[in-house]
DNA sequence: AAATCATATTAATCTAGTTTAACTTTTATT
DNA sequence: AATAAAAGTTAAACTAGATTAATATGATTT
C-alpha cells in the first residue's frame, strides 16, 4: 500500500492508541488499499458486508430501501470517518444498507477475516475501535433524541452547523433523506431561513 | 458482593469472552453492586456519569428534558441490559440524560476510576465491551431507520414484537413517549389494532 | 367506603409535514 | 450552442399526528 495513504490512518489510529513501529508495519500489511469511482457501491443490500472501511477522501452514502422503494439515507461519511454495514460485518450476514460513492473515494479496507488475526497481533487495535463505537454510539442515541425533539427547520439548521463540509458537497435531496422529511418541505424550510434574517 | 448476584454478570460476559477464574475475581473484587428503589436516579442531567451499569433485576427508563420542558424517553434496560450515560460517562462531562428506576433495581456498577485498571488486568474485556457496543449501536442506528420509515402505527407494533416483557411493566404514556409520539395517539392506534383483529 | 392521584380514553380542532403537479434552474452531453 | 437530464422551487390539497379539554378507569391512601 502506498506509504503516505497508510500514514493517513496511522495518525487518527494515534489519536486513540499510540502503536509502535512494529505494530504500524503489521497493520499495514494486512489492511487494503481501493478507490471507487463516483456511483459504484462499496456495500449492497442483501451482500454480505466484508471489510469496514476507513474514508481516506470522498464521500459516501449509506442508505436503505423500504418496501415501497423508498431511499433512507442513513449517514454521510467523509475524510477521516467509517463506512460500511457494521450490523452485517460483525455478524456476517445480509447487508441491510447500501453504501455507494457520491463522488471518487479512497479507502482503506479492514478485511472481515483478518480482523481477528490484527487483533490478536495488536490488542491496542480493540482498545481502538471500542473507542471509536463508543463515540459513535453516543452520536447515534443523540441523533435519535434530536429526531424526536426537535422541528425539521431545527434539525435542518443543527445538521448545517453540525456539518458544513457535508452540506456542501451533496444534492439537497438528499440532505431531506437524511433529516427524514421530503424534498419539497426543506425546500420551504430553507426559503423561510432566507426570509428570518 | 454477593456471589450469586455476581454470578449473573459473569455468565453474561462469558457469553462473548472466556474469563479464567482468576479473572472473574478480579472483576468481582472491582465492581459494586447496589440496589435502587422504585422512582430513584441512578443518573441526573448534568451530574457527571460515575458508573457503568448492568441490571441484575428491574427496570430504567433513560430520558431527557427538553427546553419546554418535555420528557423524551431514549431507552428502557431490564435484566441483562446495560444503563447510563455513556457520553457522559466516557468523556466524564455533564450528563444529558437521567436515569431513573421503575421499579426496584439491582445494579452491578463499573466506576469510572477503576475501568481503565480493569482493562489493564483483564485485557478481554476491552474486547467484551466493544462487542457489547457494537450491538448496541447497530441497534440504534435501526431505530433511526425505523423512526424515519415507519409509521406510529407500525412502530409501535414492532416494539410490541420486540419487548412484550416491557411493555406489560411499564405505562403507556412512557411507551408513547419512547415511540415520540404523544399517549393521546397511542391510545388511538391501540384501539384502531382492537378493531382490526 | 370515600377521596385522591395517576393513568388511560375519546373527540374536536389544529398544524407540521406529505403528496401531487407544474415550473425553473443548474449541470452534463452532444 | 443546443438539448437533455438532474436538481431545486412553489403552491394547492391532503393527512398523520399534536393539542386541548372533558371524561373514565384504576390504584393508593386515609
Redesign the pocket.
Known amino acids: 500500500m502506498i506509504k503516505e495513504k497508510g500514514q493517513l490512518l496511522l495518525d487518527y489510529i494515534n489519536r486513540y492508541v499510540s502503536l509502535t513501529e512494529e505494530e504500524e508495519n503489521t497493520l499495514l500489511s494486512k489492511v487494503v488499499y481501493r478507490s471507487y469511482l463516483k456511483g459504484q457501491f462499496i456495500v449492497q443490500q442483501g451482500d454480505i458486508c466484508k471489510y469496514e472501511c476507513f474514508v481516506l477522501s470522498g464521500c459516501t452514502k449509506t442508505f436503505y430501501i423500504d418496501d415501497e422503494g423508498q431511499e433512507h439515507i442513513v449517514m454521510f461519511s467523509i475524510e477521516d470517518w467509517w463506512t460500511a454495514d457494521m450490523g452485517s460485518f460483525i455478524t456476517q450476514t445480509p447487508a441491510d444498507y447500501n453504501v455507494q460513492c457520491l463522488e471518487k473515494t479512497e479507502l482503506i479496507m479492514f478485511p472481515y477475516d483478518i480482523i481477528e488475526d490484527l487483533y490478536a497481533a495488536i490488542p491496542k487495535l480493540e482498545r481502538f475501535f471500542r473507542q471509536i463505537i463508543q463515540k459513535a454510539f453516543v452520536a447515534s442515541q443523540k441523533r435519535i433524541v434530536r429526531s424526536f425533539s426537535l ?3 431545527e434539525r435542518y439548521v443543527y445538521f448545517r452547523n453540525q456539518y458544513p463540509k457535508i452540506e456542501q458537497r451533496i ?3 438528499m440532505i431531506a433523506s437524511y433529516l ?9 424550510i ?2 423561510e431561513l432566507i426570509a428570518e434574517q
Open positions: 422541528s425539521a427547520k444534492p439537497q435531496y427524514g422529511i421530503t424534498k419539497e418541505f426543506l425546500s420551504k430553507k426559503s
